[in-house]
């Protein structure tokens, strides 16, 4: 095992938009304190010297799209003013959706095979309000809010990261058809999947009837885009378990197809945050 | 000293103009009053649009093979892509070798200080009016210098690959790299 997760935050964002707050920049001003103090609690898990190791925080989001493709607001605007910040970001990443993280971190690992950190957050707020985003059709209710991660890579082997795409339209039985051939075998597995509700959730329960799985929390959260899989591995780590050292699968899938897993090593040393919603 | 060519361009005209076009305007639905004032929000552009999605998709996938063809040895492409996107990309763009942004420079800062070779492709080609971009596009590829033969014939060629499509004001500038 080469990827262990080194600490994981989760902050439910449920009431920050653009009227909320007063206007968009106003949001993002909240939205990048967020940010801000989650990474700085994240990064408390290693200590000040190894923090300036870290070349890399990516940003990734699934639906976080129009403010800044109409210019609205700037990946600049991300990063707090006038506060000292051990790893801004540094890279937005939006358009594998849902599998954004999973391809930053292919991207970032083999430039970089011999990088002792990277981070991740996961940001996906519906600043717009807009009802599309509320709930559809694809995923049943959406749950917002910000993920951030800290990974430490041991040693990188290219397996410990996917990053693809779907050949098919008919993509969830096909992502479970793939997850099911990386889990067979691997008895020392657990998967942590994207949340969905029963009528596409039952799609995992046919196809991956037999693999361990954390359970599906989309009864309690809703589809959180990205931060799915990260999310559910908080909840348990905040409960206190991951006792015994465990090797979870992450896997997350996109509307349009992509799709992405990394295989981490998690135990009672890494660290879980998971904050009251704002 | 390894060097940086720049070539920017500006899109003056449809990049297929004898093809029909699919009416693709591609926003996400709006249902609710709320809806609408939330969009309206946000700045629109006055730019022309000269191009739909699948044209945008097909102009970088012609660069890319373009670029392939010369055969240089290039192992990161960064592309600046805005969402939404309007369906599934090219498989071209997820190429391990790609990454695509929302903004390439942060990216291309970390390449350049590394001193490794890349491509970047940063256009602004807007394909609706919630896209904000003025039609230009840069393309910068850092590479040895010793091999420059094989790289001024990709810059004539990705030139000659851009005129063809529709772009104007063509030129190149080359800079000495400072890793």
């Known amino acids: ?278 | 000293m390894s060097k940086l060519i720049e070539i920017t361009a500006t899109l003056v005209r449809n990049p297929y103009p004898d093809l029909p076009k699919l009416c693709a305007a591609r926003t996400l639905p709006l249902h609710r009053e709320e809806d609408f004032e939330a969009i309206s929000i946000l700045p629109v552009n006055s730019n022309p649009m000269m191009q739909n999605y699948a044209e945008h998709y097909r102009l970088i996938v012609e660069l890319l093979g373009c670029i392939k063809s010369f055969e240089a040895k290039i192992d990161t492409c960064l592309l600046r892509m805005q969402m939404p996107a309007g369906g599934r990309m090219p498989k071209e763009f997820l190429d391990e070798k790609v990454l695509m942004l929302q903004d390439v420079r942060a990216e291309e800062a970390f390449l350049q200080r590394e001193g490794k070779p890349y491509i970047a492709i940063e256009d602004t080609l807007p394909r609706h009016p919630l896209e904000s971009g003025n039609n230009k596009i840069q393309i910068r590829i850092a590479c040895e210098q010793n091999h420059s033969d094989l790289y001024w014939n990709l810059v004539e060629g990705i030139s000659t690959k851009l005129k063809a499509v529709g772009f104007d004001a063509v030129e190149t500038t080359v800079k000495d790299r400072t890793a």
């Open chain 1, 1 to 278: 095992m080469s990827l262990y997760l080194t600490s994981a935050a989760f902050t439910p964002i449920e009431s920050i938009t653009f009227s909320s707050s007063g206007s968009l920049r106003s949001a993002f001003a909240h939205v990048s304190e967020i940010l801000f103090e989650q990474s700085t609690r994240v990064l408390g898990a290693i200590s000040p010297d190894i923090r300036k190791e870290i070349g890399r925080h990516f940003l990734c989001s699934t639906m976080i799209e129009l403010p800044f493709t109409t210019g609205a607001i700037a990946e600049s605007d991300l990063n707090v003013v006038g506060k000292e910040q051990y790893v801004p970001v540094t890279s937005f990443v939006n358009t594998y959706e849902c599998a954004s993280w999973g391809y930053s971190l292919r991207y970032y690992l083999k430039q970089n095979p011999n990088a002792r950190y990277v981070m991740v957050s996961i940001l996906d707020a519906n600043v717009l309000d807009l009802s599309f985003w509320q709930s559809n059709e694809n995923w049943g209710n959406s749950g917002f809010g910000l993920c951030t991660l800290l990974l430490e890579v041991e040693s990188f082997e290219k397996k410990d990261i996917t990053a693809s795409c779907a050949v098919t339209y008919n993509t969830t039985p096909e992502f479970a058809t793939i997850i099911r051939k990386m889990a067979t075998g691997r008895d020392d597995l657990i998967l942590s999947l994207p949340f969905f509700p029963e009528n596409i959730r039952q799609i995992f329960t046919k196809l991956l009837n037999g693999f361990e799985q954390l359970p599906d929390l989309h009864g309690r959260w809703g589809h959180c885009f990205g931060s799915d899989p990260w999310l559910n591995i908080v909840c348990h780590g905040v409960n206190g378990d991951f006792q015994q050292p465990k090797k979870i699968l992450a896997c997350s899938i996109a509307l349009n197809g992509y799709y992405c897993t990394a295989e981490v090593c998690v135990d009672q040393q890494s660290t879980f945050y998971l904050s009251e919603a704002v």
